[in-house]
């Protein structure tokens, strides 16, 4: 079946742009996660769903980040005023939720580059 | 507050060899621990994972790591790596949260590199 996919690839901006990134999750799973990978770093949480509503989003850096879950499937994540630093690569995740340590299933990820 | 180290950001080995990767992890509660695999422009895969029961645990590919609560440890090992097994990998804890998730805190990797 059809794993998370993750849309664009990679995304190039400029510094002070908007971006969106969309996170398609497994088909039935109602959590789902976000995570940022920077070069050389492992992946460091975001925000997490379960259905529509953001469970935890204490890992979102600033009020620039935010995201969003409205029919509780795809996700967006939006990126406001982007900075150099928000170079990174995101990282999508999801999970059935029915159960502790359910495996979450990672998506390939979006490269953002911000010049 | 926990974290994970890993020890080495680099492990070259030959085919066929044994490798173990060293991941030591810090938290004054209980934790969940976890070993993903991460491909060349693939997407972080679930090697295996640490709940509670046995300290050893098998995952899949032929890796397996042991639990050692004593040490704060939870290496990873492969009695025979192959070429495919180059790949980047992750150490993470874990902490259990509310709605029967949980969100794990990685390690910066350990880049096995497998040669002929």
């Known amino acids: 079946g059809a794993g998370v996919s993750q849309t664009p690839s990679n995304k190039v901006t400029e510094k002070g742009k908007y971006v969106e990134l969309r996170c398609d999750p497994i088909?039935?799973?109602?959590?789902l996660y976000w995570y940022r990978q920077s070069l050389g770093q492992g992946p460091e949480f975001l925000i997490y769903?379960?259905?529509?509503?953001?469970?935890?989003d204490s890992g979102l850096p600033n009020d620039r980040f935010f995201a969003v879950r409205p029919e509780g499937s795809v996700s967006t994540l939006k990126i406001q005023r982007t900075e150099r630093g928000d170079s990174a690569v995101y990282l999508c995740?999801?999970?059935?939720?029915?159960?502790?340590?359910?495996?979450?299933?990672f998506g390939p990820g979006t490269r953002l580059l911000v010049l | 507050a926990q974290s994970v180290t890993q020890l080495d950001s680099q492990v070259p080995v030959f085919e066929e060899a044994p490798v173990e990767l060293r991941c030591n992890y810090s938290?004054?509660?209980?934790?969940?621990l976890f070993w993903y695999v991460q491909y060349p422009n693939q997407g972080l895969q679930l090697l295996l994972k640490y709940l509670s029961g046995s300290t050893l645990v098998k995952g899949i590919n032929g890796f397996e790591a042991e639990f050692n609560k004593s040490q704060t440890s939870f290496h990873l090992r492969k009695p025979s790596v192959h070429i495919s097994d180059t790949a980047e990998y992750f150490c993470?804890?874990?902490?259990?949260?509310?709605?029967?998730?949980?969100?794990?805190?990685f390690g910066r990797g350990t880049s096995l590199i497998v040669h002929p």
């Open positions: 088909s039935g799973h109602t959590a």
């Open positions: 938290s004054s509660v209980s934790v969940y």
């Open positions: 993470a804890v874990s902490r259990g949260i509310s709605g029967g998730s949980y969100i794990p805190t």
């Open positions: 995740a999801s999970s059935s939720g029915r159960g502790n340590q359910e495996t979450q299933y």
């Open positions: 769903f379960q259905g529509t509503g953001a469970a935890d």
